[in-house]
């Protein structure tokens, strides 16, 4: 079973898909059913990823677990082979659990082609844990490209009164980056052809390679365009917040749990462990680090210029996301597990924050915020599961979004003090503008008749917050069995960009409780 568990994770949505293609669309209830059992089952087949999961490896163990290895196209040196680590570990719980909840969340929300609609959130499924478990770039390349399709007609179909237009530029923004990418993989693909004399895709074989610093460089930027526009860093952001906009509730959840985390996943796998000279090259460094902060100062200020109540959660992303490239470009175990870290924070903080503005459009159809106020009254239990959600995206201590963002900012502090100075400012405005949004929906009194009458959230609605609101606050209290995850993936990146780091080299790590386990586990290596 352990031999071929990856692939039953990565399938098993697409087997729903399969059968739920048989099913008549004007039964629109089986279908709705069938959906949520698919996806459930998806969830499902990947606990066992978490209990056989082996956080202390012995030295044969180190790297890759539940590998599955295949030929596929010899004749290009394409193989279909898989493998989780820590880092992916986490990113693909984090994609089964939100996929659910995503699906869940679309129950009454999708009345028109219910049948394609979901299908293309199982298909999309597929495609997103197809990007975490791949260890070939040509696997990795297909399942990346494959993403598109789905959130293109998610957006396309079922989005808003611009959708058009939101999912033709996310498509042509994420296609062009992916077309970058795809020269960078190919340069690697004939670099190592000529040193080694076979073709592979593999990325533990492409490691190999011999490259100077400039064409690593060129590389690193090849790549650079693709994963930040997936993320996305300053100034490629621009899509983010149309796509956002016009999205379904479940299409906005889905885009900012997961497929942002796309891009920084692509710089922790491929960008520093293929190019490890470029990756720590000053002025790249410098120049991500910047990029970063920018992104995570102007996502907060233009989040507290916001009207529309999902655009203002949409700008926030940005400036989430740039603490989590900040994290990976410190380039030490505080700032690279603290991003990591972050990731799942944001997917958890900001897909809740999405699902309570669906459950609100659900009612009242208008996004605008100037239209609420005092819902606290009117909508108890929805004010108590916002509250929650924004304290978790402000970084409450004891919530999530606390342990991800100290450990970044420790990290970011460790490589410059200057970086971690300009970074918490982007604490500060988000505690601004989420707080603020609260105090002009939630609190106050009744402002708009039309809001007297608004049901409170239902079972179901409550149901799909329950089990973030359970991880927000595990992470939030007892965050050591995932920095216990994330252990040998980040000393093994820091030892391959940084390999003096751990034999004195570097500058010791802060000393937070878990992470000086990392530098504890490089030290024994």
Not at 26 to 51: E, H, Q, Y
Not at 57 to 75: C, K, M, N, V, Y
Request: proline share 5%.
């Amino acid at each position: 079973m352990d031999q071929h568990l990856l692939s039953i994770v990565l399938f098993t949505p697409l087997a729903g898909l399969a059968i739920l293609l048989l099913i008549p669309s004007r039964n629109k209830d089986l279908i709705r059913v069938w959906a949520n059992l698919a996806a459930f089952a998806g969830f499902l087949v990947s606990l066992p990823l978490v209990t056989r999961f082996q956080t202390v490896q012995a030295p044969s163990l180190r790297g890759f677990q539940f590998e599955e290895h295949a030929d596929w196209i010899p004749t290009l040196g394409a193989h279909y082979h898989l493998g989780l680590d820590g880092i992916s570990l986490l990113l693909v719980m984090l994609t089964t659990l939100m996929g659910f909840i995503a699906v869940l969340c679309s129950w009454s929300a999708i009345q028109d082609r219910v049948k394609e609609y979901y299908a293309m959130f199982l298909l999309l499924q597929t495609g997103m844990i197809g990007v975490f478990l791949s260890l070939d770039f040509f696997l990795f390349y297909i399942f990346w490209e494959l993403v598109l399709v789905p959130m293109y007609f998610i957006i396309g179909v079922w989005g808003g009164p611009r959708k058009l237009y939101a999912a033709i530029k996310f498509f042509l923004y994420t296609l062009a980056g992916s077309v970058l990418m795809l020269l960078g993989i190919l340069t690697l693909y004939f670099q190592h052809y000529s040193q080694f004399h076979f073709y592979t895709f593999e990325i533990s074989e492409l490691m190999k390679t011999n490259l100077t610093l400039g064409l690593q460089q060129w590389v690193f930027w090849a790549f650079f365009i693709g994963f930040a526009i997936k993320v996305p860093m300053f100034p490629f952001h621009t899509w983010l917040p149309d796509a956002h906009v016009e999205a379904p509730t479940a299409g906005s959840v889905i885009l900012a749990a997961v497929l942002l985390k796309m891009g920084t996943y692509g710089f922790l796998r491929f960008s520093l462990p293929l190019l490890p000279k470029a990756s720590a090259d000053q002025t790249i460094v410098q120049i991500l680090a910047i990029l970063s902060i920018v992104g995570i100062i102007y996502g907060a200020l233009v989040s507290l210029m916001q009207a529309d109540w999902k655009k203002l959660v949409a700008y926030s992303s940005v400036s989430h996301l740039g603490f989590c490239t900040l994290g990976i470009f410190s380039l030490n175990p505080n700032g690279i597990a603290g991003s990591v870290l972050q990731q799942i924070n944001h997917g958890i903080s900001t897909g809740m924050l999405f699902m309570v503005i669906g459950v609100i459009y659900e009612r009242r159809h208008t996004r605008e915020i100037a239209e609420y106020g005092g819902l606290a009254h009117v909508m108890p239990t929805f004010a108590k599961i916002f509250a929650f959600a924004m304290l978790s995206s402000v970084g409450l201590p004891l919530l999530n979004g606390f342990v991800g963002e100290f450990t970044i900012l420790q990290g970011a502090f460790e490589a410059s003090r200057v970086w971690a100075a300009f970074a918490v400012t982007g604490v500060i405005l988000g505690a601004a503008y989420l707080l603020w949004l609260y105090q002009r929906t939630m609190l106050g009194q009744v402002t708009n008749g039309k809001n007297l009458t608004i049901p409170d959230m239902n079972f179901r609605e409550i149901a799909t917050f329950v089990p973030l609101i359970a991880w927000a606050l595990w992470i939030g209290i007892y965050p050591q069995p995932f920095f216990d995850v994330l252990r040998q993936p980040v000393v093994q990146i820091v030892e391959r960009v940084r390999p003096n780091y751990f034999s004195g080299g570097g500058p010791q790590l802060a000393h937070l409780p878990a992470p000086p386990a990392l530098a504890q586990a490089g030290g024994g290596q």
